[in-house]
């Protein structure tokens, strides 16, 4: 039986330490290629001419840099993700050709170490999930300290697509065949079925949306493939 989600840190890094390993390849496949569109939409609904410093929270193993990098080619990333192994195979063994361009911290993005303003877009994809309501008003106001004045953001999460007709067959997929097909081809793990609880949880990215207009950021709330997954972009108001 797939578990409760937890929101306390240590669990969420440990969680991400057991994935690692097969974390890109499972992701793709099981969302049926969805994660890379949806990637590529956070990065295109970004508001930016030629930004110089990309900061990338929950980074994962990094599968949105290359977009990143394709539309804006001058800019470096400073990626944060708090499991110590997403943070080995996204530097070691997936982006060694873009090494220069990328500084990577072992860190909680809810008390990130850089810099005030340092970052002239904020992005993240699909991390939003593994936090809940409180600690999305604490990330809300890490998005708008790390941003320049002008800055934008743009970030994504699968959600649970309450109104749709078909709603009912997604939510068996994620809660019922995900973690049998896990359970079946991943030696009886359970770690990516959490994708299920997680989902439910969060909802959509409408609270976020909310916590990020309370720390005084202009924000606009995206739809993916009827709810399946939300977004929020926008920037950071010039005073």
Known sequence: M??????????????FDRCAGNYRWWSEVSSFGFVTRWRKAAVAQINADTPEVVVDLMAGTGEIWPHVLKRFPTATITAIDISPKMHLHAVEMLHKDRAEKITHLEANALDSPLPDAMA???????????????????????????????????????????????????????????PFVEKLFLKGAEDFSMIGPYTKGFGDCGGF????????????????????????SGRKPVA
């Open 120 to 178: 002239d877009i904020v992005v993240s994809t699909f991390g939003l999930k593994t936090f809940n309501a409180e600690q999305h008003k604490v990330l809300a106001a890490q998005v708008a300290r790390l941003l320049k004045p002008g800055g934008a953001f743009s970030l994504i999460e699968a959600s649970d697509p309450k109104g749709w007709a078909l709603r009912p067959f997604y939510r068996l997929y994620m809660d019922r065949i995900l």
């Open 209 to 232: 949306a909310d916590a990020l207009r309370d720390e005084g950021l202009e924000v606009h709330l995206n739809r993916h493939f009827f709810g399946c997954a939300t977004s929020v």
């Open 2 to 15: 797939v578990k409760d989600p937890s929101y306390d840190p240590a669990d969420v890094a440990a969680l």
